[in-house]
């Protein structure tokens, strides 16, 4: 498994809640076992007490998310940093799942799992696949949706930099939102135009004789 897969273990968990809507899915361990996916071991681990654990790294990790949207790059990495002190990985080898054409194992690198608890093991997870993204595309791949009041995280991989949204329905809304605002105010301007015209010609005397 390619280490940047991990990455979106991150995204996952901050985008489980929305604090300009005041919406939050991650309220039961149901909710939790959700966002390991596949690893169905992991997912067995959580309890009650892992939907607030989970919670407080979803805080810390969107704050890495909104400081490298703020060209705040030495804060982003400062703060990935303290949760990679806090929740160490093991990184080891391993073949399993991959095989090339000859049925030999396919090694690649693979991180451990088998922390004290689930949030400690998904924590460790979601920065180390972070920081590689980080480390490998630059801070600036990571970023918070503009379209208001979406502020979902994303990970920039186009290849011009040039990602702004969380996907293309935020998009599609902001390009009609921008669409809108343009139409009204050139119908603005146009209304203005014509009264300006109409209060000029009422003030201009007569030149007839």
């Known amino acids: 498994m390619e280490l940047a897969y991990y990455s979106d273990y991150a995204v996952r968990l901050v985008n489980t809640e929305e604090p300009a809507r005041n919406k939050d899915s991650l309220t039961s361990v149901e909710a939790v076992r959700e966002l390991f996916g596949g690893s169905t071991q992991a997912a067995r681990r959580v309890s009650d007490s892992d939907v607030t654990r989970f919670r407080s790294v979803r805080s810390r990790l969107r704050a890495v998310f909104a400081a490298a949207d703020a060209g705040e790059e030495t804060q982003a990495v400062d703060l990935l940093n303290s949760l990679l002190l806090e929740f160490p990985v093991s990184p080891q080898i391993s073949g399993h799942d991959y095989r090339d054409e000859d049925g030999r194992p396919k090694w690649h690198m693979h991180l451990a799992d088998h922390p004290s608890n689930a949030t400690a093991g998904y924590a460790a997870?979601?920065?180390?696949?972070?920081?590689?993204?980080?480390?490998?595309?630059?801070?600036?791949?990571?970023?918070?949706?503009?379209?208001?009041?979406?502020?979902?995280?994303?990970?920039?991989?186009?290849?011009?930099?040039?990602?702004?949204?969380?996907?293309?329905?935020?998009?599609?809304?902001?390009?009609?939102?921008?669409?809108?605002?343009?139409?009204?105010?050139?119908?603005?301007?146009?209304?203005?135009?014509?009264?300006?015209?109409?209060?000029?010609?009422?003030?201009?005397?007569?030149?007839?004789?």
Do not use: W
Not at 170 to 175: E, I, Q
Not at 194 to 205: D, F, I, K, L, V
């Open 125 to 209: 997870i979601a920065a180390m696949g972070l920081a590689f993204h980080l480390t490998e595309y630059g801070v600036d791949r990571l970023g918070l949706c503009e379209a208001t009041p979406c502020r979902n995280a994303y990970l920039d991989t186009s290849t011009n930099r040039s990602r702004r949204y969380c996907s293309d329905r935020c998009a599609t809304r902001a390009n009609v939102a921008a669409y809108r605002a343009r139409k009204r105010l050139e119908t603005e301007r146009s209304a203005s135009t014509g009264r300006t015209a109409e209060a000029s010609q009422e003030t201009t005397p007569s030149t007839d004789r």
